[in-house]
């Protein structure tokens, strides 16, 4: 992906080494993040979900304090990513049945002088994979997919939608 105001990989210098972007001169503005994804899995396993049976306790409650504490831990997860002051956190964890499926959306916001897409996507991967973990002595099987950015909002750039949002 390139950046969409000068076609260039922005984590690069102008010798093509690696580092943290200067936001320093960057204005404040309100960011926000939406990200989705989803957990495909046996019936069965959802089962366990709906009936609040699983032995490792509530799944979507652990797994939507898993995708809180995601956010506020990115910047020690992704090398070039600045520690930010995150003003709000939403993750919504719903059943789906058809296919069986644990569907998370994540909303991040912040107000900084840079984006906040990547802790938005890194709470819905770990809200999702908290799912996976308390779920893995049913279902092996299970598949993470689709966890996408599908809207940001704030900076120079402004709004972004997904195509097909």
């Given at each position: 992906?390139?950046?969409?105001?000068?076609?260039?990989?922005?984590?690069?210098n102008?010798?093509?080494?690696?580092?943290?972007?200067?936001?320093?001169?960057?204005?404040?503005?309100k960011?926000?993040?939406?990200?989705?994804g989803?957990?495909?899995?046996?019936?069965?396993?959802?089962?366990h979900?709906?009936?609040?049976?699983?032995?490792?306790?509530?799944?979507?409650?652990?797994?939507?304090?898993?995708?809180?504490?995601?956010?506020?831990?990115?910047?020690?997860?992704?090398?070039?990513?600045?520690?930010?002051?995150?003003?709000?956190?939403?993750?919504?964890?719903?059943?789906?049945?058809?296919?069986?499926?644990?569907?998370?959306?994540?909303r991040?916001?912040?107000?900084?002088?840079?984006?906040?897409?990547?802790?938005a996507?890194?709470a819905?991967?770990?809200?999702?994979?908290?799912?996976?973990?308390?779920?893995?002595?049913?279902?092996?099987?299970?598949?993470?997919?689709?966890v996408?950015?599908l809207?940001k909002?704030?900076?120079?750039?402004?709004?972004?939608?997904?195509?097909?949002?």
């Amino acid at each position: 992906m390139t950046d969409s105001n000068n076609n260039k990989l922005s984590h690069f210098n102008a010798q093509g080494n690696a580092h943290m972007v200067d936001v320093g001169a960057k204005a404040i503005t309100k960011r926000v993040a939406v990200t989705e994804g989803r957990i495909f899995m046996r019936s069965s396993t959802l089962q366990h979900i709906i009936d609040g049976n699983n032995k490792k306790g509530d799944v979507l409650g652990i797994a939507r304090i898993a995708g809180i504490m995601a956010t506020k831990k990115t910047a020690d997860l992704i090398p070039l990513c600045h520690p930010l002051a995150i003003t709000h956190v939403d993750i919504q964890l719903s059943i789906e049945e058809n296919p069986a499926a644990v569907y998370c959306q994540s909303r991040v916001e912040v107000s900084g002088k840079t984006g906040i897409e990547i802790e938005a996507l890194n709470a819905t991967q770990i809200a999702l994979l908290t799912v996976y973990d308390m779920c893995k002595a049913v279902d092996r099987g299970m598949q993470i997919d689709g966890v996408r950015l599908l809207k940001k909002t704030g900076g120079k750039s402004g709004e972004w939608l997904a195509q097909d949002s």
